[in-house]
């Protein structure tokens, strides 16, 4: 089954102490990307990357770090998390980055709590 | 660049009844259009996209959305909504990147 897996779905953890969050995915696709969803501002995109170890940041980079050692795996490392890093997150793989018809598959979501 | 915007962050209809999720984009060139639908504590699923071949688009789970240049629109349609129906829906358009709408959440009401 083409899937996005991301791990942990749940995640509490207190203010500086590191931690990653994975995201693999199994169809190949040369991009993939990370977004934060919150409240009443929809989602927004952190870092992304258009193949292996091309990443780039996106509107909310500030926090977090991204690697892409290998096409299917696209860790979201937070080195010093804080309380306002406190959201869901999702990963997307996509053939394209845009310009076409080609959709993203989502992860199914990491909810992290920073305490 | 390519945006979208989602009339009504909030949408309530009853069981049975019509949905209508509206959705204006602006571009000048013929966009790439999505709709997304977010179950309660699940990531985004491509409902239906529009890929010029027709205005009309069908999507799963009864849904269907009609691309009408002239009104720079892509609103999302289900002729009679289901309980199972509530979610949050994203419109998007596809420029450089993935541009998505702010999201309107519908419920469904008994």
């Known amino acids: 089954e083409a899937q996005v897996t991301q791990n942990p779905r749940y995640l509490i953890t207190v203010t500086g102490k590191k931690l990653t969050v994975t995201c693999s995915q199994n169809?190949?696709?040369?991009?993939m990307s990370w977004y934060r969803q919150d409240p009443g501002l929809g989602l927004r995109q952190i870092y992304y990357?258009?193949?292996?170890?091309?990443?780039d940041k996106g509107d909310v980079p500030e926090g977090y770090k991204v690697s892409r050692k290998e096409k299917r795996n696209f860790p979201l490392i937070l080195e010093s998390p804080s309380p306002n890093q406190t959201s869901l997150y999702f990963c997307a793989s996509s053939r394209d980055r845009g310009r076409s018809n080609y959709g993203y598959t989502f992860g199914s979501g990491t909810r992290l709590t920073v305490v | 660049a390519q945006s979208v915007t989602q009339l009504g962050s909030h949408v309530s209809v009853s069981e049975g009844a019509l949905v209508l999720l509206r959705c204006n984009y602006s571009s000048s060139v013929p966009p790439y259009l999505f709709w997304y639908v977010q179950y309660p504590n699940q990531g985004l699923q491509l409902l239906l996209k529009?890929?010029?071949?027709?205005?009309l688009v069908k999507g799963i789970n009864g849904f269907e959305a009609e691309f009408k240049k002239s009104e720079t629109s892509f609103h999302l349609t289900k002729p009679s909504a289901h309980m199972s129906d509530a979610a949050e829906y994203f419109c998007?358009?596809?420029?450089?990147?993935?541009?998505f709408g702010a999201g309107t959440r519908l419920t469904v009401k008994p």
């Open positions: 998007a358009v596809s420029d450089n990147d993935m541009r």
């Open positions: 529009y890929t010029s071949a027709a205005t």
């Open positions: 169809m190949n696709h040369e991009y």
């Open positions: 990357s258009m193949n292996v170890e091309v990443t």
